[in-house]
């Protein structure tokens, strides 16, 4: 049973460049949500996708967006990339949406903004 | 405000001493859930337990407990007999009953065990 995928797993841009982070979920879940993670700190919540709506978004720009398709894949877009978009992204997936579900993390896309 | 406070940054032992890793949370909700997850250097994050604000009943799970107080706000993980493998970073995670899963994470723990 394949977990979360993500990708792709590391890539490269330039500050001004924009970038699609794709994700697929649990088999059975339907909501994703995805995560920046800077180096050495906790995951921060950027957005949740649910019924192919954006249902709760965190304190991230608009330069952020998304995007979940009828099969619950879903992808992040970062447009105008800054230096300080670089992070592991991740993805999790879960099914519904409860406080008390559990969420299954992908192994996360490393962007570097150079 | 909801928050999470890992104050320990780093933790180094040797193999097979115990160690404790120390979570306080914030929160205004009355029913709110905790975790941790572990996150090796695969970037993975992996679940390791959860607890509603209703259950403080403390929890062994062979090497692993956890000791949950909301007296303190506190919900703090032990390793007993630590192994290499354990090496990790440890988040703990709170989320609200708010009709969403959204995790509110601290900012990890780094436990390095030596042979």
């Known amino acids: 049973d394949a977990g979360v995928t993500q990708s792709p797993t590391h890539l490269i841009k330039t500050r001004g460049q924009q970038v699609t982070l794709r994700c697929s979920p649990k088999?059975?879940?339907?909501?994703v949500s995805w995560y920046q993670q800077a180096l050495g700190q906790g995951p921060q919540f950027i957005f949740q996708?649910?019924?192919?709506?954006?249902?709760q978004r965190g304190n991230f720009p608009d330069r952020f967006s998304g995007h979940q398709f009828p099969n619950y894949s879903s992808e992040l877009n970062v447009n105008a990339l800054l230096l300080g978009d670089s992070a592991l992204y991740l993805c999790?997936?879960?099914?519904?949406?409860?406080?008390?579900?559990?969420?299954?993390f992908g192994a996360g896309s490393r962007l570097t903004v150079l | 405000a909801q928050k999470v406070t890992q104050a320990q940054t780093e933790i180094s032992v040797v193999e097979k001493e115990d160690v404790t890793l120390d979570c306080v949370y914030e929160?205004?909700?009355?029913?709110?859930?905790l975790f941790w997850y572990k996150q090796p250097p695969s970037g993975e994050l992996v679940f390791l337990i959860r607890r509603n604000s209703f259950d403080e009943q403390n929890e062994i799970s062979g090497r692993y407990s956890w000791n949950f107080q909301k007296s303190t706000s506190s919900f703090n993980f032990t390793i007993t007999a630590s192994q290499v493998v354990d090496s990790a970073v440890y988040f703990c995670a709170l989320s609200e009953d708010d009709g969403t899963d959204k995790l509110i994470f601290g900012t990890g723990t780094r436990l390095q065990v030596f042979p």
């Open positions: 999790a997936s879960s099914f519904g949406r409860s406080g008390a579900n559990v969420l299954t």
């Open positions: 088999s059975g879940h339907d909501t």
């Open positions: 929160t205004r909700d009355t029913t709110y859930y």
């Open positions: 996708y649910y019924e192919e709506e954006e249902r």
